[in-house]
């Protein structure tokens, strides 16, 4: 290697090494970021006015606070799930539909509400202390009669 100052100086691979052992990361940890709905992504994706339920009044972060009146299981699922789920249960390419034929958890009600509560993974969140349980059972009850199972 070349010398300067009685350095070894360093050639352009090492810096290209460099660069993409600290700007790659960081680029992927954005995206990820910003995609993931738990994570804080998906923040601008949501319900439209028109599928919301009138007159229900949301709390700053957009969900029922515990304890809020159990309103209906589909107006529950529109404010609390449909951003990531859709708002006919479709789901998207890394998002489940929660509405298909032969569903193994329409027919499982506490496992179910089990999922709700604790979350799944790492695109599913708790809806523990966010959501009351009697919210909690009415989404569920939603989902299951949305897939024939009630």
């Known amino acids: 290697m070349p010398e300067s100052n009685g350095k070894p100086s360093r050639g352009g691979l090492f810096w290209l ?4 052992a600290v700007v790659l990361p960081a680029a992927l940890s954005l995206i990820f970021w910003g995609t993931t709905p738990a994570v ?37 699922y529109l404010q609390n ?43 599913m969140p708790s809806f523990d202390g966010r959501l009351s349980n009697q919210q909690i059972e009415a989404i569920a009850d939603y989902i299951q009669s949305e897939n024939g199972a009630k």
Not at 65 to 70: F, I, Q, S
Not at 83 to 109: E, F, M, Q
Request: glycine content about 14%; some cysteine; hydrophobic content about 30%.
């Open 17 to 20: 090494g460099v660069a993409a």
């Open 81 to 123: 799930c449909s951003k990531c789920h859709g708002a006919n249960l479709a789901g998207t390419v890394t998002i489940p539909a929660l509405k298909r034929p032969n569903w193994p958890y329409s027919k499982d009600r506490d496992l179910l509400i089990k999922i709700i509560h604790q979350g799944r993974g790492l695109t």
């Open 40 to 76: 804080g992504g998906w923040s601008q994706v949501g319900v439209s006015p028109s599928e919301s339920s009138a007159g229900v009044d949301y709390s700053e972060n957009g969900r029922l606070p515990v304890g809020a009146a159990t309103t209906s299981g589909r107006s529950l």
